[in-house]
């Protein structure tokens, strides 16, 4: 096998991987639908848990809320047009979950508590309103930073290949 021709099948291997790494990062970086409507979603559960409801009617908001959020993600992941068998979920990414939830969570009840002292109804749309905007300031950049991890993930080798063009990706063999 010469040079040419194990640089042709790397390429062969490598572009459909960088356009997995493109539908990625495209994904990540826009269409912030998803984001908005859970950020309403969250906005409605927390300031619907201001109207003092029953504890059976907490619980029947909480389960719409849920069944809500995961009909988000189903949708989400219907419009992908990159379906994987096989999702590599990076340490940058997890991270990045872990912490948009300790963020979310923890405005929520702090501010939960900062405005205990208020009537049922402003507080907790002053609660709502601080939680969601949280919720969209952290989430959308951390999902973009944590999206642009799945490129260099394992792709160290093909980085260092045969030929050594400085070409790599997508846009050097279109």
């Known amino acids: 096998m010469n040079a040419e021709q194990a640089w042709q099948d790397l390429q062969r291997i490598r572009v459909p991987q960088e356009r997995v790494y493109d ?5 990540a970086a826009g269409g912030s639908g ?3 409507a859970t950020a309403a979603l969250m906005w409605l559960f927390l300031a619907g848990l201001g109207l003092d409801l029953p504890g059976w009617a907490v619980g029947l908001v909480m389960a719409a809320y849920t069944a809500l959020l995961g009909g988000v993600a189903v949708l989400h992941n219907r419009r992908s047009r990159v379906l994987l068998h096989h999702t590599r979920c990076t340490p940058r990414m997890f991270a990045a979950f872990v912490a948009g939830a300790v963020v979310t969570g923890g405005t929520a009840l702090l501010s939960g508590w900062l405005v205990d002292p208020l009537e049922p109804m402003p507080g907790s749309l002053i609660q709502a309103t601080v939680s969601a905007t949280v919720f969209v300031l952290f989430v959308g950049p951390t999902s973009r930073w944590a999206a642009g991890s799945a490129r260099g ?6 980085d260092g290949g045969a030929g050594g063009t400085g070409e790599t990706g997508v846009g050097a063999h279109r």
């Open 23 to 27: 539908e990625v990062e495209r994904s």
């Open 153 to 158: 993930h394992g792709t160290h080798a093909a």
């Open 34 to 36: 998803d984001l908005w």
